[in-house]
Nanobody
Framework: QVQLVESGGRLVQAGGSLRLSCAAS????????MGWFRQAPGKEREFVAV????????LYADSVKGRFTVSRDDAKNALYLQMNSVKPEDTAVYYC??????????????????WGQGTQVTVSS
């Protein structure tokens, strides 16, 4: 099993920056691609970004392209999301996720096998 814990969520003003972290523990050797999703109240979980097991490729949702950067540190079993130029519409609970099937750039929640509990990001205007 794999356990994921997000941190770094906070209140931030529009235009500001924020960095989210995800710490993985357990059977981390079974993790391949890792991604970020977000969910606002009453909304379905939305894809944000994903990075391959090698860290060589990334994929971003159109809504965050050019503003967010996903990275990983496999030696530390950690995933990061650098959020720049944040907007009020970025307000959501952010979740990190990992998959075990060797998918390259999965972007659907059902592609992922392990999930964190989420961290709240609130952007004020």
């Amino acid at each position: 099993q794999v356990q994921l814990v997000e941190s770094g969520g906070r209140l931030v003003q529009a235009g500001g920056s924020l960095r989210l972290s995800c710490a993985a523990s357990g059977r981390t050797f079974s993790m391949y691609a890792m991604g970020w999703f977000r969910q606002a109240p009453g909304k379905e979980r939305e894809f944000v970004a994903v990075i391959t097991w090698s860290g060589s490729s990334t994929l971003y949702a159109d809504s965050v392209k050019g503003r967010f950067t996903v990275s990983r540190d496999d030696a530390k079993n950690a995933l990061y999301l650098q959020m720049n130029s944040v907007k009020p519409e970025d307000t959501a609970v952010y979740y990190c996720a990992a998959e075990r099937d060797g998918l390259r750039l999965p972007s659907r929640p059902r592609d992922y096998d392990y999930w964190g509990q989420g961290t709240q990001v609130t952007v004020s205007s």
